[in-house]
């Protein structure tokens, strides 16, 4: 059964910084680019970024609102995604989602998701 | 960045009814149009990839058509596990972007 599970969110300062881990389990995870989403409270889903698989070269695309700030990893021995969130705003309060991203027909959809975690940016 | 846009934002139906909601992207986007459908205090759940193709799991209710720059998702006859609200995604651009979502409402 896939499973993603995001861990490491919290309440934390205006300009500080937080990692957020997403452990996968059930699937080859180095075989999958993994995305990072968020949705402020009340409000509709953002994408945040993703980075592909090694097979495509691990590499990585930002939203424009977290460019700079925010860096995406992967350690595919431990199946874990990371989300590093630098310089943290209060508009970066939001759940963050993980999810594994599918191609089929030549598109891409994110076919799993984590639960979620909140991270609250507050004085 | 690519603008989805979904409508209407929401709408009342009661159980048995046929639902329909519209995303138009900004550009020419081809098939490149997931669907999905998402509870209060739930993560999103894949419904309908490529357009019109219904997710493994997914009652064949649902379904989804178009190509280019609009779409559909339609819902045959509306049970009472489909009040949520549904947004619909591009993946043509690197830069993923939602519709604003449909919220479904018990009439």
């Known amino acids: 059964e896939v499973q993603l599970v995001e861990s490491g969110g919290g309440l934390v300062q205006p300009g500080r910084s937080l990692r957020l881990s997403c452990t996968a389990s059930?699937?080859?995870?180095?075989?999958?680019?993994m995305n990072w989403f968020r949705q402020a409270p009340g409000k509709g889903l953002e994408w945040v970024g993703l980075?592909?698989?090694?097979?495509?070269?691990?590499?990585?695309e930002y939203a424009a609102s977290v460019k700079g700030r925010f860096t995406i990893s992967r350690d595919d021995s431990k199946s874990i995604a990371y989300l590093q969130m630098n310089s943290l705003k209060t508009e970066d309060t939001a759940v963050y989602f993980c999810?594994?991203?599918?191609?089929?027909?030549?598109?891409?959809?994110?076919?799993?998701w984590g639960q979620g975690t909140l991270v609250t940016v507050s004085s | 960045d690519i603008q989805m846009t979904q409508s209407p934002s929401s709408l009342s139906a009661s159980v048995g009814d046929r639902v329909t909601i519209t995303c138009r992207a900004s550009?020419?986007?081809?098939?490149?149009l997931n669907w999905y459908q998402q509870k209060p205090g739930k993560a999103p759940k894949l419904l309908i990839y490529a357009a019109s193709s219904l997710q493994s799991g997914v009652p064949s209710r649902f379904s989804g058509s178009g190509s280019g720059t609009d779409f559909t998702l339609s819902i045959s006859s509306l049970q009472p596990d489909d009040f949520a609200t549904y947004y619909c995604?591009?993946?043509?651009?690197?830069?993923?972007?939602f519709g604003g979502g449909t919220k479904v409402e018990i009439k």
């Open positions: 059930g699937f080859t995870f180095g075989d999958y680019a």
């Open positions: 995604q591009q993946s043509y651009s690197t830069l993923r972007t």
């Open positions: 980075i592909r698989s090694k097979a495509y070269g691990g590499t990585t």
């Open positions: 999810t594994r991203e599918e191609v089929r027909l030549g598109e891409l959809s994110s076919d799993y």
């Open positions: 550009q020419y986007i081809s098939n490149y």
